[in-house]
């Protein structure tokens, strides 16, 4: 129960093409995450998938009936929005059981998957409270508590964790991730952030400038990134990319990933000063300004004492090299 | 408030500023209503004084009470004005949503159109208003009156609104959308409620120039029946001889139910609930 087929959907606004073509293939129980950077038609693709856009040509299939023709209440779905998007006129019971009083559904089922939804997303004490009346944590849980008593075929999460505080945000992806766990649905879900991407998807969809750039999981994505854009979208800090001619290489364009490079201060490939160094506790990221490669960013785990202006060495693992034509695919070896 | 964002002397300078102003705005107002509990010799003698025992005189009160059918004009005066300003509201509103809501060939065009009305006044048209009103059988009625408040208090009402409206938050209707309200009950419900301090900006915008409003009511509906206080008061007013005393009673009357209307609206000007639904 659950599962989505986009056959080519395409979509432009007066003259402007937001999506060129997007072909994916969702199973049953899958979360798949949506990642780009802004503009590149993430949003657009779910709102279309939710029916609250249209599409300008192409198909869109949940459990195997096309729903281009139906209104987004009818299509099985359940959205949790970057804004909560509660009824700010009701309190959270009443803003969980809208949508199934919407639908007919009996009382004594409605109260029943409440009950079991308060109690997974512990929003008990809070459920004859007004929306006004809650911290953004228990908005956003309250939202995903909306969307969990619909039972979906299909959840969709438009950048749920955008407005929260960096410890909350860990906090929900989490609950977010034990909520996949539990219920077994099918979740797409969009954001721009690649860190949340790596750490919920089962399979991620790279998209940039309207099209699909992969399709993959989160570590395919990592060790096989088809080409230029989504080797430096996935991996933070972003991968070091330099000309391939400066190196010696027939590759338009050489790219080494920040923790694929060691540091020594005396031998090594690359010679370079230290530009800025970044102490984050866990890991220390280096910023070398190298006469061979040019500015790179070398991620050292652990603690590394060093001072900008000092003379550091860095050599890229062996094997760890991405080489990329000139049209930005990745080459093999 | 800190030394660090006010020094006193800026304080009173800028209490000193408003408080005068407010003595000017409210002068003219004051005046007619002491004037109005005076004897007649007592306002042309002593314009300026309040009242006192000796020239206290509630004569005007009376002639307003016991001449002509004041009850009755008040009625229509607060008939047409409510009128009008509900159907301002709820067509403005619609027509705000619209506009702002939904992409549709022709959108900028019309909320130009619909906006052209702010600049030209609508009684360049009063000739073909009247005409309109003779042919459709409406004059001396207050629906002329209602009709023709309507369509002037609407462009400035859309206008407003539907700036209001653009700001509303689009997930807020399409979370709506998913739950399966219809669009009817996400405009009525949700956005409605959202945009209220907008609704009352224009309640109060809409509702004073129609309420103060003399050219229509004595060119569409002057009859005894349809009266309203602004024309009423006119009758008091003669070529040669003029009752000040009814006059100012009946204009002192004549802000009451607008000031209560007033204090209704600029309630909801104060009040958003908007906190909460949205970050």
Request: with cysteine; aromatic share 8%; hydrophobic share 50%.
């Amino acid at each position: 129960m659950g599962s989505l087929v986009i056959q080519n959907v395409q979509k432009s606004f007066g003259k402007v093409e937001v999506l060129k073509g997007i072909d994916l293939d969702v199973k049953d129980g899958e979360f798949v995450v949506f990642v780009g950077p802004s503009g590149c038609g993430k949003s657009t693709l779910l709102r279309i998938i939710a029916g609250l856009e249209d599409a300008s040509s192409g198909a869109v299939l949940i459990d195997g009936a096309n729903v281009i023709n139906t209104p987004p209440a009818k299509r099985g779905i359940a959205m949790v929005f970057q804004t909560y998007a509660l009824y700010p006129h009701l309190n959270v019971r009443d803003n969980m059981s809208l949508g199934l009083k919407q639908a007919g559904t009996a009382a004594d089922v409605i109260a029943t998957r409440i009950a079991s939804a308060s109690a997974m997303l512990s929003l008990d004490p809070y459920l004859a409270r007004r929306p006004a009346e809650l911290s953004g944590g228990q908005r956003q849980r309250v939202a995903i508590g909306r969307a969990v008593v619909r039972e979906p075929k299909l959840f969709l999460f438009d950048e749920p964790l955008s407005n929260l505080d960096a410890a909350l945000r860990v906090n929900t992806r989490l609950e977010i991730a034990q909520l996949h766990r539990r219920l077994k649905a099918t979740m797409i879900y969009v954001t721009h952030d690649q860190v949340e991407a790596m750490t919920l998807a089962d399979k991620i969809v790279v998209l940039n400038a309207g099209q699909i750039e992969q399709i993959g999981a989160p570590m395919e994505l990592y060790n096989a990134p088809a080409n230029e854009f989504v080797a430096g979208f996935i991996g933070s800090p972003k991968m070091n990319f330099i000309d391939g001619a400066r190196l010696g290489e027939t590759a338009k364009t050489i790219g080494v990933r920040p923790e694929h490079i060691t540091v020594d201060p005396a031998n090594g490939d690359w010679k370079g000063t230290v530009v800025h160094a970044e102490h984050l506790g866990a890991d220390t990221n280096v910023y070398l300004d190298c006469e061979k490669a040019g500015l790179i960013t070398v991620r050292i785990f652990g603690e590394y004492r060093v001072e900008p202006g000092a003379t550091l060495c860095a050599t890229p693992h062996p094997g760890k090299l991405f080489r990329f034509g000139a049209d930005g695919k990745r080459l093999a070896g | 408030m800190t030394a660090a964002r006010a020094s006193l002397g800026r304080t009173a300078a800028a209490h000193a500023i408003l408080i005068a102003y407010t003595l000017i705005a409210l002068f003219p107002v004051l005046l007619i209503v002491i004037n109005s509990f005076k004897s007649r010799n007592a306002i042309f003698r002593e314009p300026l004084m309040p009242p006192t025992a000796e020239t206290f005189d509630l004569v005007g009160y009376t002639t307003v009470w016991g001449q002509g059918n004041f009850i009755g004009y008040f009625g229509n005066s607060l008939t047409v004005t409510v009128a009008s300003l509900f159907f301002v509201l709820l067509f403005g509103a619609m027509a705000a949503f619209a506009l702002s809501e939904y992409r549709f060939r022709g959108n900028t065009m019309m909320g130009l159109y619909l906006a052209l009305g702010i600049m030209i006044p609508i009684r360049l048209g009063t000739v073909a208003i009247l005409q309109l009103m003779v042919a459709s059988g409406l004059v001396n009625t207050l629906t002329a009156l209602i009709l023709v408040y309507t369509a002037q208090g609407l462009p400035l009402s859309i206008f407003i609104l539907s700036e209001f409206m653009k700001q509303v938050s689009d997930d807020l209707k399409n979370a709506g959308r998913i739950d399966g309200l219809s669009e009817y009950r996400i405009f009525f419900r949700l956005v409605l409620p959202l945009v209220r301090p907008a609704m009352a900006t224009v309640a109060v915008f809409t509702m004073i120039p129609i309420w103060n409003d003399l050219w229509f009511p004595l060119i569409l509906a002057p009859s005894e029946q349809t009266k309203t206080v602004t024309l009423g008061a006119q009758i008091f007013i003669g070529q040669f001889v003029t009752n000040w005393n009814a006059v100012l009673a009946a204009l002192s009357l004549a802000i009451v139910p607008v000031l209560v209307l007033y204090l209704i609206f600029s309630r909801q000007l104060i009040r958003g609930i908007t906190s909460g639904a949205v970050k």
